[in-house]
Structure formats: structure tokens, C-alpha cells
């Protein structure tokens, strides 16, 4: 992978918003039907928030999976929206930022998602598993095998 290369070349770009006032069974939906970890919030295609999987299951966790609390986890899943525990406050790349400055955001802040905004527009976002996908896709030849195995 190229470094110096644009976020551009390996962001994701089909993403699935919701919009501030959503309520978390929505959200909810979103991650047991898809095999994301973030959802970004948008007002107008701009970003305001992002969900991450942790976040949800932050604001869920403490509480008995029994059948009486079933019905609270539904109650609390209508009652609540994306914007009350979305993460604010974001780092946020262009799409021709370089991948290093992405991967030094990652490195010292810790996070797994950075939005990708033109012009105050979500276009995409990079996680940590786009450049572990992007590292991984790189062909390796037999020639640079051998190569490592001789030092």
C-alpha cells in the first residue's frame, strides 16, 4: 500500500447513514443486518455524529437479557435517537488527503472511523479495516518471499 496515495483509493464509499433524530432501533437494524461498526449521522449529507458498534452496546449494556427487560431494552431502543449518544466532535479527512495523515489520526487518537468530506458533504469513510483490507489485497511475489525468508 502507498501511503502517499489519496484516502480516495481505498475509502468506502457505500455507507449507510441515519439521521440525528432516528431512533436507535433503528440503528439497532443496521448493525444485525449489516457487517458495519460505524454509522455516520447526517443533517443534509453533513456529518454531524457517528455511531460506532460500541457506542450502541454501551448504552445497552446493563441490562438483564430476561424476558421482563426485553420490553425496557424496546421501549429504551423507541425512545432514544441517534444524535442523544452519537460521538461529536470528529476528526474528518478529504478524499485527497493522504493515507498517512489517516493513519497518524488513527494512531494518536485511537480511533477506528474517520469521515471523508468534499465540501462539507459525507463522501466516504476509512477505518482501520479499509487500510487492513488494502494491506492484505497487495500481491506478494515469490521473489520478495524468498527475499524475506534470507533475512
Sequence with gaps: ?????????IMTTKLITVAPADKLKDVKEIFEKNPIHHIPVVRYKEIIGLISKTDFLYFMRGFNKNEEDRFVDEA????????????????????????SVALEIFLVNRFHAI???????????????????????????????IDSQKS
Excluded: C, H
Design 76 to 99: 429504551r431502543l423507541r425512545a432514544y435517537t441517534a444524535e442523544e449518544i452519537m460521538t461529536k466532535g470528529l476528526a474528518k479527512l478529504t478524499p485527497n488527503d493522504r493515507i
Design 115 to 145: 469521515p471523508v468530506v468534499d465540501n462539507n458533504e459525507l463522501v466516504g469513510i476509512l477505518t482501520t479495516f479499509d487500510i487492513i483490507k488494502a494491506i492484505a489485497g497487495e500481491s506478494v511475489t515469490a521473489d520478495q518471499v
Design 1 to 9: 500500500m502507498n501511503i502517499l496515495a489519496p484516502v480516495k483509493t
